[in-house]
Structures are given as structure tokens and as C-alpha cells.
């Protein structure tokens, strides 16, 4: 069973909406940055200011001359008032390289009444392009892996309007189901991600394997920030009557009246939620919440850009 008891999930296969973005949230991304704190100045120019030195945009410091250096990098004018030969280093400016990591297993198909027809997975999926689409604006690098049916797949990361609809296409095709792959069946995540990459986790955090791979990465240098999705049901559980819920990924069940059990399933939840939050930012991780019934681009204006945005996606 999961830490709490999930509403019942629909078996029926409901078809991703062609249109992940409403017209509202894309206005909405253009005033939100994808930043992270860790940015490697590696692989170019583009828009993250880099905590590595080098010929940038931003004088940072001198240094003493070195055999290899290049001698345009000379300040030539301190050397005539020094008889010593300087370097002039700069911040400079690198793209940033933003993995997105979607978790679609049985879980994440759950939908409830608040939105008919609008799943976990599809506002996870929503989620993942808004960011593909501030990645492309900025210039950046991003990746896309999926875990679903006990399985990885990993789309690797490019810059770029078609690397952009690579993703589209993965994700619109993307079905839940099954559950979180063996740790030994991650290894081209590690193979594929390098230092200094920004790691997007869009799940419902059920899965402790998934947990347990954000806490690796994060002590391996790599910056990792998560997005839970969470439905209506299980932040407010205001169902009535007699309900059987069930864990879509092991088939246990509790059957139950919902007035009775709604004060203890909302504490217990909270607990849960709140011990997560903080088992994660122990780690160095940043985790914030969306629920369904919320605006897409409000976790990502929580993770980057400050308060989230209100409205309705």
C-alpha cells in the first residue's frame, strides 16, 4: 500500500489531449526562468550566469599569467604599469541542460471528479512541455526519460525546435502503467546526465525507488527539484458515502465510509506530504506541490520564478 490511500483509479485509457499547453499558460511562461544554482560553464554562451572563469562577458578577477594562456587575454595596460603579466577572467554565460523526469507508472493514470478527464500523468506531461518550451526560449539544452511498466526510456538531450517536438511526440504517447524500473535498469540515466544539469522530477512521490534515485543524483552534484502532482481528492477528500480505494500498482484496497475516515486520511496525508518535503530538502532538493485542478505553470513560477501564478489551466 502507498503511505495513504489513493481514490479509486479508472482503467479506461484516456487519449492525451493534442494541445498540452493552453493558450493562457503559454502567455504566462515567457515571464518565467529556468535557473539553476549549480550552472556548469562548460558547453558555450547562453543565458545562466557560470561559477566557472574563463574569456566571458563580466570582468570577475586577475590572475597571474600561466604558460598556455592566451596572450589576448593579457591586460596589457596593467602590464605596462606592473612589469607583470595578468590575465583578465570573466563569469561567463552557459546553457543550461534540463533533464525532465516523468514518472508514468499505474499511479500516475488516477483522475478524479474536480477535472473529468485530466490525469496525473497529463499534468505531468503539461508540466514537462511548459519547460521544454522556457528551455528552447533560453537556448538550452534539455533531455527527456520516462519510467513506466517497470522500464526507462531515455530521450537524450539537444537544443532546438525538433529536439522540442521529439518531446512533444514522447510525451503525447506516453501511457501509464506498471511500476518504477529496478535500479540496475537506470544506469543510461547516469551514463546520459553529467554534472552541473538541472533534474526536473515530475511525480506523486509514491514510489520510494523513485525517492531514493532523486537523493542519488543530488549527492552525485547534480541539482535536482521536484514537482509532486497530487489530485483534488487528496488534497481536500471530499468524497461521501462508502468508497473502496485502491492501490493502482499492488491491488490492495480498504473499503470505507468517506466522512468517517476524512479527518485522519487528511492528517496522515499531511504528515506524510510535510515529512517528504523535508526528507528531500535535506538532500538539497527543492520540492513544491501541484494539483490538478491547478494552473500548469504555477509549480514551475514556484520552483524559479517566485509565487505561483492563480487562475485555471
Not at 604599469?81 to 546553457?95: G, I, L, M
Not at 523526469?101 to 471528479?113: F, G, I, K, P, R
Not at 490525469?119 to 528552447?136: F, N, P
Not at 529536439?163 to 537506470?186: N, V
Given at each position: ?74 591586460d596589457w595596460k596593467l602590464y605596462a604599469r606592473s612589469d607583470r603579466y595578468f590575465v583578465r ?35 505531468a506531461c503539461g508540466i514537462a512541455m511548459a519547460a521544454t518550451e ?180
Amino acid at each position: 500500500m502507498k503511505p495513504v490511500p489513493d481514490p479509486v483509479v479508472s482503467t479506461t485509457e484516456i487519449t492525451r489531449p493534442a494541445d498540452l499547453l493552453p493558450a493562457d499558460v503559454r502567455a504566462r511562461l515567457r515571464a518565467i526562468p529556468i535557473a539553476a544554482r549549480l550552472a556548469s560553464g562548460r558547453h558555450g554562451f547562453g543565458q545562466h550566469a557560470s561559477r566557472s572563469r574563463g574569456s566571458g562577458l563580466e570582468f570577475a578577477q586577475y590572475r597571474a599569467y600561466e604558460p598556455g594562456d592566451e596572450p589576448r587575454l593579457v591586460d596589457w595596460k596593467l602590464y605596462a604599469r606592473s612589469d607583470r603579466y595578468f590575465v583578465r577572467e570573466a563569469e561567463r554565460d552557459s546553457p543550461l541542460t534540463l533533464w525532465l523526469l516523468v514518472d508514468a507508472t499505474a499511479s500516475m493514470a488516477q483522475v478524479d471528479d474536480a477535472r473529468p478527464g485530466w490525469s496525473r500523468l497529463d499534468a505531468a506531461c503539461g508540466i514537462a512541455m511548459a519547460a521544454t518550451e522556457i528551455a528552447l526560449r533560453q537556448g538550452d539544452r534539455f533531455g527527456l526519460a520516462t519510467f513506466a511498466d517497470g522500464a526507462l526510456r531515455v530521450h537524450g538531450a539537444d537544443a532546438g525546435p525538433r529536439q522540442r517536438d521529439r518531446c512533444l511526440l514522447a510525451l503525447r504517447a506516453l501511457r501509464a502503467g506498471g511500476g518504477w524500473p529496478a535500479e540496475t535498469a537506470l544506469q543510461p540515466l547516469w551514463d546520459r546526465i553529467g554534472g552541473g544539469s538541472l533534474l526536473l522530477v515530475l511525480s506523486d512521490g509514491f514510489d520510494e525507488a523513485g525517492l531514493r534515485m532523486a537523493e542519488r543524483f543530488a549527492a552525485a552534484r547534480r541539482e535536482v527539484v521536484g514537482i509532486r502532482v497530487l489530485t483534488v481528492g487528496e488534497r481536500d477528500f471530499a468524497f461521501r458515502g462508502g468508497h473502496r480505494f485502491e492501490d493502482p500498482e499492488s491491488g490492495e484496497a480498504l473499503l470505507g465510509d468517506a466522512e468517517a475516515i476524512r479527518t485522519g486520511f487528511l492528517q496522515r496525508f499531511g504528515d506524510a506530504r510535510v515529512a517528504q518535503r523535508n526528507r528531500l530538502a535535506a538532500a538539497g532538493i527543492r520540492q513544491v506541490e501541484h494539483v490538478l485542478d491547478e494552473p500548469l505553470d504555477a509549480p514551475l513560477r514556484a520552483l524559479f520564478a517566485g509565487p505561483a501564478a492563480t487562475g485555471n489551466a
